[in-house]
Structure formats: structure tokens, C-alpha cells
């Protein structure tokens, strides 16, 4: 039996899946929730949020995720970063799937994921449990009703948390699977319930299609200027660096939280919404965000609640740390309608730094900006990968290596470029630790990140003094309105100045170490911004 609304060439049997019990097609939000609510996935909150708990899975599993090594990408997947699936193995897993599927409802969301019509990808979300259907709808951009007639998927991802994949006949890792096949544009998602997994799916898929056409694929964050699109900033980062906190600012628009893509027009959002970390999250600090956990819809996402009042605990993190939630952009009061903007004029990159070294701003050359993207330095965030538990300083280099399908030059080369073609201000943001590493430091208060940002933003930073890191090459202001001056030299915010310089030497070692796989592919300026 079928429900909804779908183009009726491209019904899931026209894609050879058949025997399903009920398929609900592109269902909208309040027909999703009451399925999800009906089938027990979960309960309504205040504000008819959805709240659920994903289980044993509550943040991403990277070391299950695989790319299908097919003839057609053998030359372009840095299979040092991908784990490799044979063929073979990944027809074993789709058929025994497609088995499982049987007799059980699905329900099926037809979405553009990019903004940019040029630039668009049109995939097919196929989801065992309803709210994975609510979430890939608010994450990605929805079609008006007429079009689903005409819609046409490019790409297929199937989610089936109860399959559980067979190792020695899977060629996977573990029960749990990701598998990404570009050459029959299908992925394959089981045994995992945490819904980041779709959305960064998609986002893996755009950034192995995108810089094919020239476009600039990144994992940051993006906003402009009020009236003013044209205005418009990035902000790099690895997960837990400050994307969606940052970018969510009163003074901006915001343009998305996540994943963008940077063509000769400018920044546009693959998505449609935002999936915002809860932990802690404070109605005065970020009162837009706060905001969305009480409305219609919105995905609250292994958050302790009370069973009476449905008061939701934001600091209780006994299911994870990772606690989210995911809503549309327009439940953000100041976001862009259109998910575009120009070309940034600046660019941010985040770094979340264990270590107490790094400044909490810092100029970049164009050289040294592509130093750091390369490099990626930051920490692993606790809870958003499976394992990790306490802040662990990692290079993840482009600031998302999980996401990136290609070598890491390829996406190098293509900022290179932007940057040289907009002159865009390039800065190195450190929302870290001050004060002192992990366990003695704080953490940067965000008030001083913002003001610092603001400043960037407005251009009112490029008028006030710098000094140059001795041990980094970069510039750093050494005084800004409204932001307490010892925080810019992290040097005078630790209690020993020598424990300083010994952290800040080992971490350029570290630098040193990590970039040495990538000198073989930069040019002579990026050699020579080289740390240490
Ligand atoms: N100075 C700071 N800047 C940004 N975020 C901070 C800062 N200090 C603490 N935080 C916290 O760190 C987390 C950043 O997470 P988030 O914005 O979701 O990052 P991302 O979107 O890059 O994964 C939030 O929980 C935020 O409250
Ligand atoms: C959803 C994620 O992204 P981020 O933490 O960058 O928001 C994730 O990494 O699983
Ligand atoms: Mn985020």
C-alpha cells in the first residue's frame, strides 16, 4: 500500500524495491510526528517538539563508513581516509536489505539538498522509523508539493536501524554500516539510530560531486550582513568548534549551520536546517536555538526529560554529551530565505584547542590560511563519534576529514583559488581552552568569541594593533573594544608562563609532524608559512 505524494515513474518498486508493507510518501512534518508518535519512536514534548533517544548509537560511527570501489572512483577517493568496500560485498548487503525490508513500512522524503539550483542534488531519504523521515526533512531543503510529481532522485540513501550487517559476508566492520556506492548512487545505512548519520551522507556526496563542477565543497557554517548579502562570512570547523553557535548571531543572517558550497556566485547552504547541540545551551546565551526546542516538530534528540512537566534537562547528559536538536531555518527568526549569499569576505576558521595555546583570534595571510585548512588542527568534541570522551586534539585536516571523499589538495587548491580570486580576510578563531589546557583552562567564554567576531565582521579589527606569534607567524590584535585584553595573549592567561611556551613548542611539533604529508602538493608561499 502506498500513501502520499511521488512522481509515479520513480516509486520505490520502479527503483526495484518491493514487497514493503506501507510506504508513506513525503509525508509533511504533522503526519510525520504522528506516525513517529504512534509507532512509539518517541513522545510529544512542550510545543509539540519530538522528543526520542536514539539507543546504544548516539553519536556518528566513522570506522563504519565505507566507500563502494568502483572502477569510476578508483582514481578519485583518497582511500587512505575512505575505507574501501568491494563491489561484491556491497550487492550482498543491498540484497539481504532489500530482504529485510520486506512486509515493514518505509517512509520516503524527496529533497534538494543545495540551494543553488545549479547546484543541486535531488536525493531520496528512505527511513525505516518515521522521526528519521521528520529529520532529513527539516535537515534538507523541501521541494514545493507540484514538484514532487516531477522529481527525479539522483541519489538513494536507505536508513534501517534494526538490519544488523554481517561482517564476513558485508566485507563491513561491524553490525553497523554506512556504505556509500557512487557508481550505483546509493547508500546504505543500518544498525544505527543517531539521525547525523543522514545528513552527513549527503554532505559526503556534495563533497565529492561539487569541486568536479569547480565548486568549493566545506564543512563550516555561514552568515551576512542584515540587507546586505553580498557581506557574507564562513566559518570552518570540525564538529564542536562553534559552527551553529557562532553562526546564529542577532546581527547576521544566517545563511546555514553546517555544509556549503562556494561556486563563482558565492556561498550557497546545502541544507535547509540546523542541528544544534544542547548541552548547556542557555536561554539568555542563545535565546534563538533555546527557542527551538519548544516548537512544532523540532527533533529533540536524546535529551533527559521530566515524564511529568516534560521539562527538558540541559544539563544532564547521561544518555550523551551529544544531545541535539534539528529544526527547519525558518525556525530561526534571522535566517536567509534563500540559503544564499555572496562571496565571503571573510573567512573564519574555528579551532577548538585543548591545549590553551592557540590566541582566541588570529589574522591569516592567504598562505597561512591554507596552512590551517590543510592541517585542521581542533579537538574531537566528547560524544559526536562513538568513543570519544573528553576533548582529544586531533588534525582534521579541511576541518571535516570524516566527510571528505577526495584528497585533501583538492578542496586546498579550490579555497586557494576562491580566496585569491575575492581577497577575502582569512582568520584563525580559537574557541578552546584558555587559561590553561583541558583540566586546568577554561573554556573560552563565548561572549569573548563573539565580540572578537563581531569586530572581524564589521571591519573595525583591521584598524586596531597586532602583534606577530613568535611561534606561529600569525598576526594577533593586541587590543579590542569590549574584550578583556589578557585573553589575546594566551601566554598571560596561564598561571606558569614556562608551562606556556613548553605547550605552545610541542604543539608546533605537532604541526610540523602532521603537515609533512602534505608538502609534496603545495606551492612555495604555503612551504613557507610552514610552523616550526
Ligand atoms: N567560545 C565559544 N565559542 C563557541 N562555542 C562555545 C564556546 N564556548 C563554549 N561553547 C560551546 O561549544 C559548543 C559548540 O558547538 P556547536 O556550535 O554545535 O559546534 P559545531 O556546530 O561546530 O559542531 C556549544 O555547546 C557551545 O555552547
Ligand atoms: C552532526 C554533526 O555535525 P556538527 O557537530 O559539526 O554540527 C556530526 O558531526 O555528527
Ligand atoms: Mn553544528
Known amino acids: 500500500m502506498t500513501h502520499g505524494r511521488v512522481n509515479p515513474s520513480q516509486t520505490l518498486e520502479a527503483q526495484g524495491i518491493s514487497g514493503l508493507g506501507t510506504v508513506y510518501y513525503n509525508d509533511i512534518e504533522p503526519a510525520l510526528v504522528e506516525q513517529a508518535v504512534k509507532r512509539g519512536e518517541g513522545r510529544l514534548g512542550k510545543g509539540g517538539a519530538f522528543l526520542?533517544?536514539?539507543?546504544?548509537?548516539?553519536?556518528?560511527?566513522?570506522?563504519?563508513?565505507?566507500?563502494?570501489?568502483?572502477?569510476?572512483?578508483?582514481?578519485?577517493?583518497?582511500?587512505?581516509?575512505?575505507?574501501?568496500?568491494?563491489?561484491?560485498?556491497?550487492?550482498?548487503?543491498?540484497?539481504d536489505m532489500l530482504d529485510h525490508m520486506k512486509g515493514r513500512d518505509y517512509f520516503v522524503q524527496d529533497l534538494y539538498a543545495g540551494a543553488d539550483p545549479e547546484h543541486r542534488l535531488d536525493v531520496r531519504?528512505?527511513?525505516?522509523?518515521?522521526?528519521?523521515?521528520?529529520?532529513?526533512?527539516?535537515?534538507?531543503?523541501?521541494?514545493?508539493?507540484?514538484?514532487?510529481?516531477?522529481?527525479?532522485?539522483?541519489?538513494?540513501?536507505?536508513?534501517?536501524?534494526?538490519?544488523?550487517?554481517?561482517?564476513?559476508?558485508?566485507?563491513?566492520?561491524?553490525?553497523?554500516?554506512?556504505?556509500?556506492?557512487?557508481?550505483?548512487?546509493?547508500i546504505l545505512i543500518a544498525n544505527t539510530e543517531y539521525a547525523g548519520e543522514n545528513k552527513k551522507s549527503v554532505f559526503t556526496l556534495l563533497n565529492y560531486i561539487l569541486p568536479a563542477k569547480g565548486v568549493m565543497a566545506m564543512h563550516c557554517s555561514a552568515n551576512h550582513a542584515i540587507g546586505n548579502p553580498e557581506d557574507a562570512a564562513v566559518f570552518f570547523g570540525l564538529s564542536g568548534t562553534g559552527k551553529t553557535t557562532l553562526s546564529a548571531d542577532p546581527s547576521r543572517i544566517l545563511i546555514g549551520d553546517d555544509e556549503h558550497g562556494w561556486?563563482?556566485?558565492?556561498?550557497?547552504?546545502?541544507?535547509?536546517?540546523?542541528?544544534?547541540?544542547?548541552?548547556?545551551?542557555?536561554?539568555?546565551?542563545?535565546?534563538?536555538?533555546y527557542g527551538t526546542t519548544s516548537k512544532f516538530g523540532t527533533v529533540v534528540e536524546?535529551?533527559?526529560?521530566?515524564?511529568?512537566?516534560?521539562?527538558?534537562?540541559?544539563?544532564?547528559?547521561?544518555?550523551?554529551?551529544?544531545?541535539?536538536?534539528?529544526?527547519?531555518?525558518?525556525?530561526?527568526?534571522?535566517?536567509?530565505?534563500?540559503?544564499?549569499?555572496?562571496q565571503p569576505k571573510n573567512v573564519i576558521m574555528l579551532t577548538c584547542d585543548a591545549y590553551g595555546v592557540l590566541p582566541p583570534i588570529a589574522r591569516?595571510?592567504?598562505?597561512?590560511?591554507?596552512?590551517?585548512?590543510?592541517?585542521?588542527?581542533?579537538?574531537?568534541?566528547?560524544?559526536?563519534?562513538?568513543?570519544?570522551?573528553?576533548?582529544?586534539?586531533?588534525?582534521?585536516?579541511?576541518?571535516?576529514?570524516?566527510?571528505m571523499p577526495r584528497r585533501p589538495e583538492v578542496y586546498g587548491k579550490l579555497l586557494q583559488e576562491k580566496i585569491a580570486e575575492t581577497g577575502a580576510t582569512c582568520w584563525l578563531v580559537n574557541t578552546g581552552w584558555t587559561g590553561g589546557a583541558f583540566g586546568s583552562g577554561k573554556r573560552m567564554p563565548i561572549r569573548?568569541?563573539?565580540?572578537?567576531?563581531?569586530?572581524?565582521?564589521?571591519?573595525?579589527?583591521?584598524?586596531?594593533?597586532?602583534?606577530?606569534?613568535?611561534?606561529?607567524?600569525?598576526?594577533?590584535?593586541?587590543?579590542?573594544?569590549?574584550?578583556?585584553?589578557?585573553?589575546?595573549?594566551?601566554?598571560?592567561?596561564?598561571?606558569?608562563?614556562?608551562?606556556?611556551?613548553?605547550?605552545?613548542?610541542?604543539?608546533?611539533?605537532?604541526?610540523?609532524?602532521?603537515?609533512?604529508?602534505y608538502v609534496p602538493y603545495i606551492d612555495a608561499d604555503v612551504k613557507a608559512a610552514a610552523i616550526g
Open 52 to 95: 526520542c533517544s536514539t539507543g546504544q548509537f548516539t553519536g556518528r560511527s566513522p570506522k563504519d563508513k565505507f566507500v563502494v570501489r568502483t572502477p569510476s572512483v578508483e582514481n578519485s577517493i583518497w582511500w587512505e581516509n575512505n575505507a574501501p568496500m568491494v563491489p561484491e560485498a556491497f550487492d550482498r548487503l543491498y540484497a
Open 125 to 186: 531519504v528512505v527511513t525505516e522509523l518515521a522521526w528519521h523521515g521528520l529529520f532529513i526533512r527539516h535537515m534538507l531543503r523541501r521541494p514545493d508539493r507540484a514538484e514532487l510529481d516531477s522529481f527525479v532522485p539522483e541519489f538513494t540513501i536507505i536508513n534501517c536501524p534494526s538490519f544488523k550487517a554481517d561482517p564476513a559476508k558485508h566485507g563491513c566492520r561491524t553490525e553497523t554500516v554506512i556504505a556509500l556506492n557512487f557508481e550505483k548512487k546509493v
Open 263 to 289: 561556486s563563482e556566485k558565492g556561498t550557497f547552504n546545502f541544507e535547509g536546517g540546523c542541528y544544534a547541540k544542547t548541552i548547556s545551551l542557555s536561554a539568555e546565551a542563545e535565546p534563538e536555538i
Open 302 to 342: 536524546n535529551m533527559v526529560y521530566d515524564p511529568e512537566t516534560l521539562e527538558l534537562d540541559f544539563e544532564d547528559a547521561s544518555l550523551t554529551q551529544n544531545m541535539r536538536c534539528a529544526y527547519p531555518l525558518e525556525y530561526i527568526s534571522n535566517a536567509s530565505p534563500t540559503g544564499m549569499g555572496g
Open 364 to 403: 591569516l595571510t592567504p598562505a597561512q590560511a591554507m596552512y590551517h585548512f590543510l592541517s585542521g588542527f581542533t579537538s574531537k568534541t566528547p560524544g559526536t563519534e562513538r568513543g570519544v570522551l573528553e576533548p582529544t586534539p586531533t588534525f582534521s585536516t579541511c576541518f571535516g576529514a570524516p566527510f
Open 448 to 517: 569573548a568569541t563573539r565580540a572578537l567576531l563581531t569586530a572581524a565582521l564589521d571591519g573595525s579589527l583591521a584598524k586596531v594593533e597586532f602583534r606577530k606569534d613568535p611561534n606561529f607567524g600569525f598576526e594577533v590584535p593586541v587590543e579590542v573594544p569590549g574584550v578583556d585584553a589578557t585573553l589575546l595573549n594566551p601566554r598571560a592567561t596561564w598561571a606558569d608562563p614556562a608551562a606556556y611556551d613548553a605547550q605552545a613548542q610541542k604543539l608546533v611539533g605537532m604541526f610540523a609532524e602532521n603537515f609533512g604529508q
